[in-house]
């Protein structure tokens, strides 16, 4: 179970700092990403980190947020700035993990960011 915080209402032009830790232990963590659903739209990814720390992200929040990861706590950030209305949506964070080159993938339930104009 992974769980998400940092979600809420604000203007356009402010900032949320969005955390996601598993509830639990998870080992062999690969990639942190976060992903946002609105409204009668599909899923899509905004942002990744992998394990090296390689950063990856939509080319609609590039400049604005940035993904972050804690190793020693399993937590991923995703620091958003100079949000715009568009960004409206539910927030859901992912960890993948690998064992024995299997791929494991934890959601969490997602937290809601609603941008006023």
């Known amino acids: 179970q992974l769980v998400e915080s940092g979600g809420g209402l604000v203007q356009a032009g402010g900032s949320l700092r969005l955390s996601c830790a598993p509830s639990?232990?998870?080992?062999?963590?690969?990639?942190m990403a976060w992903y946002r659903q609105a409204p009668g739209k599909q899923r899509e990814l905004v942002a990744l980190?992998?394990?090296?720390?390689?950063?990856d992200y939509a080319d609609s929040v590039k400049g604005r947020f940035t993904i972050s990861r804690d190793n020693a706590k399993n937590t991923v950030y995703l620091q958003m700035n100079s949000l715009k209305p568009e960004d409206t949506a539910v927030y859901l964070c992912?960890?993948?993990?690998?064992?024995?080159?299997?791929?494991?993938?934890?959601w969490g339930q997602g937290t809601q960011v609603t941008v006023s104009s």
């Open positions: 980190i992998t394990s090296a720390g390689t950063t």
């Open positions: 992912n960890i993948e993990k690998i064992v024995r080159n299997v791929k494991y993938n934890y």
């Open positions: 639990g232990s998870i080992f062999n963590i690969n990639d």
